[in-house]
């Protein structure tokens, strides 16, 4: 899966899949850096469907 995803982690990918990458990681870490892990994951899944949707 990393290697799928290798170019647009380093930069070098582009279009839709790289924004919605880029949306899922910046998702993630907000779970991580958060105490309130239900809240934030009903927010994650919600914002992930949306990605869905766009991409």
């Given at each position: ?52 949707d766009v991409?």
């Amino acid at each position: 899966m990393t290697r799928a995803f290798s170019g647009a982690i380093s930069g070098g990918g582009s279009g839709p899949y790289t924004i919605a990458l880029n949306a899922a990681n910046q998702i993630i870490e907000n779970i991580m850096a958060s105490g309130d892990t239900n809240k934030r994951l009903v927010e994650t899944l919600e914002k992930l469907i949306n990605l869905r949707d766009v991409v």
